[in-house]
C-alpha cells in the first residue's frame, strides 16, 4: 500500500550531507599522535598522584629515604675492676676455665675471674652480657680481650642489690667447634 502523503523537504536525502535544523556537521578527527601524548601524559601524572597519595597515607614524609643513622660506636676498655663470671654453656668439660686463663692473661686478677658451669649445654655463640649501657665499653673488651665475642645487655645474670661491677660471658658452641 502506497501512501499519500505529501512530499515534503526530507523524503529527499541529499548525498553530500548539509546543515539542516540542528544537526551539525562531524568535527574534524583529531590525530592520533596528538591522542597517544595526551593519553601518556594524563597516565605519567595519574601514577605520580597515586604514588604520592600512597607515601601520604603510609605516613611517609619523606620521598627519598633518611639516610641511615650511624650508631655511635663503643671502644671496647679492659677494666680489671670488673668481676667476671665465665660459664660454660658446652658439654665440652674445661672451657670455662681456658677462657678465664685468657681474661687473667689479658690482665684480670684470678680471683677476679670465676669459672663455673652452666645450665645450659647447648648455648650457640659465645656471649658477653652486661647489664647496664654504661657496662658496654667493659663487656666489649672482655669479648676482645677473649678473642672476640658478641655482646648484649640484658639483666638475665645481674644480681640485683649486687654493687659489684660484674660481667657474664657465657661460652658457646663455637669456641668448641673453633678448637
Known sequence: MPTSLPRDRFDDVPRQPARVGAHRAEQPRTPRGVVLMWAA???VILMIAGILGFLVLSQRTGIVPDPPQAEPTVAPVV???????VLNGTSTSGVAEEVAAQLVAAGWEEGSVIPSDSSATDFPETTVYYASPEEEAAALGVAQAIGGARTEQSDQYDQPGDEEKELTVVVGLDRVSAG
Open 41 to 43: 601524559l594524563a597516565t
Open 79 to 85: 677494666d680489671t675492676e670488673y668481676t667476671v663470671l
